[in-house]
């Protein structure tokens, strides 16, 4: 049953302080609203609660990019065509950079935010294992001050995170020191654009003289919540990879990959096709490492 429209009042401060003290006059009762694409899903669906919304639409510190030597900073409201778009985004952290093309139609990746997209916490989500692997930090800020929190910490369970109800998520920062990782990441939907994943894999390695030096995987629809899989990276962490190699540690990181999720069966997909195509995407992975 689609909702009607007019039973939602909006508000659209034009400052940031503005929209704090908002979230801060009643917290809980406001929901804030960036580039929408999420919010008028739930809208049709009959899903989104009749609560006041707060638009972000005209808070333009929210919507940056900032390089430094050592790190880049993307505001909240930035869009997923800003990213995208980005010279340093595309060089330095191409993980993100896909993620952000696979993220609905250009309509939607020209309203859509990145800050929308982690809040919203949707299990398929595209950008969020992208982040995991690059240990994403978020800027969270209130009325009541500012603070910092990793990224692996924000989600809690499906839909739910660490965000209080009167904080918005300021911005993202990723360290630029990835430069020497092999990237991976491929999105099985069904089909090849506007696709909801049914399951995706980001990864990240470093080796040296054909040892995983340093390995890090995270996915989408694998859980309740976008995740990292600690428990397979600590199969093939500091293990020498080669063709006699590669088939004992896939077997055994195949093996700790299915303990550690929990995929279920919906509208896209089943958990056993789930389970199979993430230990296939692991394995294509793998074997690029091989090849290096």
Do not use: C
């Amino acid at each position: 049953m689609h909702s009607n429209p007019a039973q939602y009042d909006l508000i659209a401060p034009t400052t940031l302080e503005a929209v704090l003290d908002i979230l801060a006059s009643e917290p809980g009762h406001y929901t804030p609203l960036a580039g929408g694409t999420e919010i008028m899903v739930a809208l049709g669906a009959g899903r989104l609660p009749r609560k006041p919304l707060v638009s972000l639409q005209h808070l333009d510190e929210l919507r940056f990019i900032e390089v430094l030597d050592s790190e880049i900073t993307i505001g909240a409201r930035t869009t997923f065509t800003d990213i995208r778009r980005d010279a340093v985004i595309a060089t330095d952290f191409p993980l993100l950079n896909l993620a952000a093309s696979w993220t609905g139609s250009v309509a939607n990746q020209n309203r859509g935010t990145i800050g929308g997209n982690i809040v919203n916490g949707s299990p398929a989500a595209d950008s969020p294992p992208a982040l995991l692997v690059y240990d994403a930090v978020l800027t969270l800020i209130s009325t009541r001050g500012t603070r910092l929190m990793p990224y692996g910490d924000f989600h809690l369970g499906y839909k739910k995170t660490a965000l209080a109800p009167d904080e918005l998520v300021h911005s993202i920062t990723l360290q630029r020191d990835f430069k020497d990782y092999i990237p991976y990441i491929r999105k099985v939907g069904t089909r090849n654009a506007q696709a909801i994943s049914k399951v995706a894999i980001a990864a990240l390695a470093r080796m040296n003289n054909g040892t995983v030096e340093d390995i890090r995987i995270g996915a989408a629809s694998l859980r309740d919540r976008p995740t990292r899989l600690p428990a397979t990276e600590s199969v093939l962490q500091n293990q020498a990879l080669t063709v006699e190699t590669l088939g004992p540690l896939l077997e055994k990181a195949r093996a700790a990959l299915r303990r550690e999720t929990l995929p279920i069966d919906d509208i896209r997909s089943t958990a056993r096709y789930r389970s199979a195509v993430a230990g296939n995407l692991l394995e294509e992975f793998l074997r690029t490492l091989v090849a290096v």
